[in-house]
């Protein structure tokens, strides 16, 4: 099938590591069986002279890629950009990510969700000490980098167990109370109006100080291996309720301006029903996901279909279906 004869074409910009994560032959496979297929954009090459495209897939950032999607647009109105630019340069910031999360009225939804109280640093870091006094922050804190591009640098984390060595840190970054959860924590994936949910590991609970200073640990919750399978306790692995993330997700989608992203979700004390968003990812791992290929294939025909039944495609609002990650699910 070639793009005259496919029901949707959707182009896109990603790096050659995304592509591989993301783009997998089961992806591709079960996209052509439903008329959709994937062109690969050449980011050498002005992008008015490729396409036409009905959607524009893409997690490239720089001025450049802003300037020739504009450009593409007003050739093409009608082409749907996933996600807009403005709304992924929100979530590229750790301050400004989980702001919309402080305004949610999550009304009659089973559970609560906060944000951790944090503080952003973009000072001299001798003052760090006085200015998390002030604020009330209590230890430890997670240090995190106020900016997030992709780069492994952004996702370089630490945990901070005393005063003193706040000292040693590098801003601008944000700085969030670390909240004890059970070792657990559930990425929330968003794709439309579908809500994909998996257990992964997470850090595990501080009760004493672990050691003083400042611990830089490794990327915990982005692997693969998801906690699922895992020997837990059954309080702790028990899955968000589904209401609570239908109303999360079609309320963060409406407020992010975004279709396409993840939350990472963690339970007070591994248990109850008091929860909190800690972070917010533009296209995250889908890939990662099992099944994700027919939700990501779905995703694109009600995004076409909704283009046809309305002048522009405008974020879904019918209910969101819950595909749970139960174990005995697979
Ligand atoms: N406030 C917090 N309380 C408890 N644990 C936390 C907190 N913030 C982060 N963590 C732990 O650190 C991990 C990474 O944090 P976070 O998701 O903010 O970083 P990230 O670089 O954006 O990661 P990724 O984008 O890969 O999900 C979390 O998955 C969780 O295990
Ligand atoms: O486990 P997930 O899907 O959350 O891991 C994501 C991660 O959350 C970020 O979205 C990464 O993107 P950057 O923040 O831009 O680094 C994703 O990397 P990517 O190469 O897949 O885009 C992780 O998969
Ligand atoms: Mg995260
Ligand atoms: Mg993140």
């Known amino acids: 099938m070639d793009s005259s004869s496919a029901k949707i074409v959707v182009g896109y910009a990603l790096t050659s590591k995304k592509i ?12 052509r069986k439903k008329g959709i297929i994937f062109v690969a954009i050449d980011k050498s090459r002005p992008l008015r002279e490729q396409g036409p495209f009905d959607v524009i897939l893409h997690k490239i950032t720089g001025r450049e890629w802003r300037l020739q999607l504009e ?3 007003q050739i093409y109105p009608d082409v749907v950009v996933l996600d807009p630019p403005d709304a992924i340069q929100h979530v590229r910031n750790r301050q400004s990510m989980l702001q919309e999360v402080a305004k949610l009225k999550l009304r009659g939804c089973r559970g609560q969700v906060d944000v951790p109280k944090q503080l952003v640093i973009t000072g001299d870091p001798a003052t760090i000490p006085s200015v998390v006094a002030k604020a009330g922050l209590k230890l430890p804190l997670v240090a995190k980098p106020l900016v997030v591009d992709g780069t492994a640098q952004s996702h370089a984390l630490s945990l901070a167990f005393d005063e003193l060595c706040l000292t040693s840190l590098s801003p601008p970054l944000v700085l969030q109370e670390f909240v004890n959860h059970g070792g657990v924590l559930f990425k929330v994936y968003i794709v439309g109006d579908s809500v994909r949910v998996v257990r992964r590991f997470s850090l595990p609970d501080v009760h004493k100080q672990l050691g003083n200073g400042v611990i ?7 692997a693969a291996a998801s906690a699922d399978d895992a020997d837990l306790d059954p309080e702790v692995a028990q899955l968000p309720p589904c209401e609570l993330l239908n109303c999360l997700s079609k309320e963060l989608r409406c407020r ?38 027919h939700v990501f294939t779905d995703f694109l025909l009600n995004l076409a279909q909704s283009k046809t039944e309305k ?20």
């Open 216 to 222: 830089a640990f490794p990327r915990v919750s982005s």
């Open 71 to 73: 450009d593409f647009r």
């Open 256 to 293: 992010l301006g975004l279709r396409l992203f993840n939350l990472d979700l963690i339970r007070e004390g591994g248990t109850g029903d008091h929860y909190y968003i800690i972070d917010i990812n533009y296209f995250p791992g889908l890939g990662k996901v099992p099944g994700y290929e």
């Open 311 to 330: 002048p522009s495609a405008s974020l879904p609002d019918n209910p969101e279906d819950i595909l749970r990650d139960e174990p005995n699910s697979k």
């Open 20 to 31: 591989k994560s993301f783009l997998k032959p089961k992806l591709e496979v079960l996209a």
